[in-house]
Structure formats: structure tokens, C-alpha cells
């Protein structure tokens, strides 16, 4: 069984700062792409930054120079960094991570429960 525990979310004003985390655990073999997707009320699910296991990403126009995705492989751990925050990035962030596990031998998409980013005026 394999669980995705996100933290870091909050309220902050605009032009500050948040760090998520997402860590993965259970019986892992190897994850390969992980990645941030957000919704706000009344909107679709949408991709915010992804990387892969070799480290290249890839970010919504939207948050392109603000955010920042890396991932600690020996932590099964995906961060975004979030700077200059507006409040149009307010939304429930959601971690992804597609993970190949041995039992059942599978490779799946696993998704986190969500945490809640605010950013005031």
C-alpha cells in the first residue's frame, strides 16, 4: 500500500512565500515522475510542475520564474518552492507521483490528499 502525505500548505499575503512537501511511503520499488496539480473552486484540475526521475521538469506558464519543483529520491520526497504567490494561485494543491510497486507489480498514479493554499491581497 502505498500513501502520498502532503504538508506545508496555509494563508499567506500576496508576494509571499510557501514550501509543500509530499512524501511517499510503502512498498515502493522506484517512482518516476512526481508532480504538482492544483484546483480552484469552480475549476478543472490543472498541472502546476512536474519532474522526473532524472530531474527534468516542466511548470505551467502561469508559474514560470515563481515556483520551483524538486524531488530528495532517497526521501521519495517532491517540494515546491512558491515565491512572489498571487491570488490567483489560490486553489487546493494536490502531489501526484506515478510509482512501480512490487506487490501488486503495478505501475500507478497515486495522488496526495491536498493541501489548501491561500494567498490575500
Known amino acids: 500500500q502505498v500513501q502520498l502525505v502532503e504538508s506545508g500548505g496555509g494563508l499567506v499575503q500576496a508576494g509571499g512565500s510557501l514550501r509543500l512537501s509530499c512524501a511517499a511511503s510503502g512498498t515502493i520499488f522506484s517512482i518516476n515522475a512526481m508532480g504538482w496539480y492544483r484546483q480552484a473552486p469552480g475549476k478543472q484540475r490543472e498541472l502546476v510542475a512536474a519532474i522526473t526521475s532524472g530531474g527534468s521538469t516542466n511548470y505551467a506558464d502561469s508559474v514560470k520564474g515563481r515556483f520551483t519543483i524538486s524531488r530528495d529520491n532517497a526521501k521519495n520526497t517532491v517540494y515546491l518552492q512558491m515565491n512572489s504567490l498571487k491570488p490567483e494561485d489560490t486553489a487546493v494543491y494536490y502531489c501526484?507521483?506515478?510509482?512501480?510497486?512490487?506487490?501488486?507489480?503495478?505501475?500507478?498514479?497515486?495522488w496526495g490528499q491536498g493541501t489548501q493554499v491561500t494567498v490575500s491581497s
Open positions: 501526484n507521483a506515478r510509482i512501480r510497486t512490487v506487490t501488486p507489480l503495478a505501475v500507478t498514479d497515486y
